[in-house]
T-cell receptor, first 112, second 113 residues
Framework: RKEVEQDPGPFNVPEGATVAFNCTYS??????FFWYRQDCRKEPKLLMS???SGNEDGRFTAQLNRASQYISLLIRDSKLSDSATYLC?????????????FGSGTRLQVQP | SQTIHQWPATLVQPVGSPLSLECTVE??????LYWYRQAAGRGLQLLFY??????ISSEVPQNLSASRPQDRQFILSSKKLLLSDSGFYLC????????????FGNGTRLTVT
């Protein structure tokens, strides 16, 4: 079983739609969580950290469900510029491994 | 503010040739440093990470090696490249606290021919 799993998509949505992605993680001791955005042939860029109480940044909302071991990303009022691959990232701090684990990403295509 | 520099941006190398990719971070001290590789259409694979000068942890067996000769310098090397080494190589840094995110360099696109 993969440590961090995401639906690869693609999610094809019209402009203005609301879309949500989930990401499940296997290590219950994971301490910190992030969403990254990666455009084609570019480096991943931090979109937002995910806090226990949930957090919002403009049209983007991130939530954490520790009981079910998943995080989610909600995008409201989708723009064409939101088209990208969204990567879920988990920090498994109890392993002594000072590295973050990436999901394979969910591809979003917003259509006019 | 902190910045990360990675070079070169693109590289075409023949099979069997050596490789050296360099990454430097500015504006912070004692960062954790990372090398990732991304094959075309695939996810990110962690290759190496370092929590201090001379300290290298390897994630997967391969013909690549990494070194950290200075606090903010991280080098990825190979003595002889394979075709399978082609990919998008990304250097990244983060603070050592557990809730710090990763910050990536612009990446090096390596094609082994």
């Amino acid at each position: 079983r993969k440590e961090v799993e995401q639906d690869p998509g693609p999610f094809n949505v019209p402009e203005g739609a609301t879309v949500a992605f989930n990401c499940t993680y296997s290590n219950s001791a994971s301490q910190s969580f992030f969403w990254y955005r990666q455009d084609c042939r570019k480096e991943p860029k931090l979109l937002m950290s995910v806090y226990s109480s949930g957090n919002e940044d403009g049209r983007f909302t991130a939530q954490l469900n520790r009981a079910s071991q998943y995080i989610s990303l909600l995008i409201r009022d989708s723009k064409l510029s939101d088209s990208a691959t969204y990567l879920c990232v988990v920090n498994e701090s109890d392993t002594g491994r000072r590295a973050l684990t990436f999901g394979s990403g969910t591809r979003l295509q917003v259509q006019p | 503010s902190q910045t990360i520099h990675q070079w070169p941006a693109t590289l075409v190398q023949p099979v069997g040739s050596p490789l050296s990719l360099e990454c430097t971070v500015e504006g912070t001290s004692n960062p954790n440093l990372y090398w990732y590789r991304q094959a075309a259409g695939r996810g990110l694979q962690l290759l190496f990470y370092s929590v201090g000068i001379g300290q290298i942890s390897s994630e997967v067996p391969q013909n690549l090696s990494a070194s950290r000769p200075q606090d903010r310098q991280f080098i990825l090397s190979s003595k002889k490249l394979l075709l399978s080494d082609s990919g998008f190589y990304l250097c990244a840094w983060r603070r050592s606290s557990y809730n710090s995110p990763l910050h990536f360099g612009n990446g090096t696109r390596l094609t082994v021919t």
